[in-house]
């Protein structure tokens, strides 16, 4: 585990899919336990895919290829690096076991880096070989709610920094229907519910809104997270849990009248040989 620290935060990231574990605010725990009785991941990183390809398969110059719901990079160890006591990177680079069914070569990393009450992560992907790569690339963070004695779920809000009209993408089986329900029309503010996740995630394209605050009127604490930048968003609890999952994603999961061509996946980022791309989210606690 390799532990990061400020006067403000601390934060504990695994090479197990680099994925982070906790971060605290002076103290207090803001991440979901992790109870493997609901579900055992805490903030695992989405790629080379965002939720499930149909029939978990994908062909790619006419040949068919395996992937699992949200790829295979929350489930590799990738080598840590330290930086300094507030910073540290994380890099996976492709090997036998993903050219099986990934036939790309890669160097992804991520940056988790702190400053003041803001944690900060990078996303980073390489591409070192002689042909284009093609990828989608996601988070899934589950912050606890409740998260102060005496509250419960209902209690808490999410809040968008700018009124939002958005139709809501349900999932049938893992994959999107082919047209929207209604959802937000110029809302500011979803009251949680349980009910809202009955169904499955939330998921939402094209918001308008560079910040979401996960908060309640009961507490003074709370999470201010940054949403600008991705084109799509996924809000999602497991039932009866005591977690939000904030997802934001370049990418999302097949239509169910998508065709199965990687390259054509909406959102999927194509990057040329010798390139590099970048994207970050960071989130405040208060």
Request: charged content about 25%.
């Amino acid at each position: 585990m390799i532990h990061l620290s400020n006067d403000h935060l601390s934060a504990d990231i695994h090479p197990d899919g680099a994925e982070l574990r906790s971060l605290k605010h002076h103290g207090r725990e803001h991440l979901w336990s992790g109870d493997p009785a609901f579900w055992g991941k805490h903030s695992p990183v989405l790629f080379p895919i965002v939720g499930t390809v149909k029939g978990n398969a994908y062909t790619y110059e006419g040949k068919e290829y395996t992937l699992p719901r949200h790829g295979f990079a929350r489930e590799k160890t990738f080598v840590a690096e330290v930086l300094s006591p507030s910073e540290a990177r994380f890099t996976l680079t492709d090997d036998e076991s993903t050219r099986r069914i990934y036939p790309f070569t890669f160097r992804f990393h991520l940056n988790y880096k702190l400053y003041g009450a803001r944690m900060i992560l990078t996303y980073s992907v390489e591409n070192p070989g002689e042909e284009d790569l093609f990828f989608c690339l996601g988070a899934h963070p589950a912050f606890a709610v409740p998260n102060a004695p005496g509250l419960s779920y209902e209690d808490y809000y999410l809040e968008f920094s700018e009124p939002e009209t958005a139709g809501r993408w349900e999932l049938e089986a893992g994959l999107l229907k082919p047209v929207p329900l209604p959802f937000l029309h110029e809302t500011i503010r979803i009251p949680l519910s349980r009910e809202l996740f009955a169904k499955d995630a939330i998921v939402l394209k094209g918001l308008r809104s560079s910040t979401l605050v996960l908060a309640s009127a009961k507490d003074p604490h709370g999470v201010c997270f940054s949403i600008e930048g991705w084109p799509h968003l996924g809000l999602w609890a497991a039932p009866g849990a005591d977690f939000l999952c904030i997802e934001p994603w370049q990418g999302h999961a097949d239509h169910l009248d998508d065709d199965t061509d990687i390259r054509t996946k909406e959102g999927v980022v194509r990057l040329e040989p010798g390139r590099t791309w970048s994207k970050a989210w960071w989130v405040e606690l208060f």
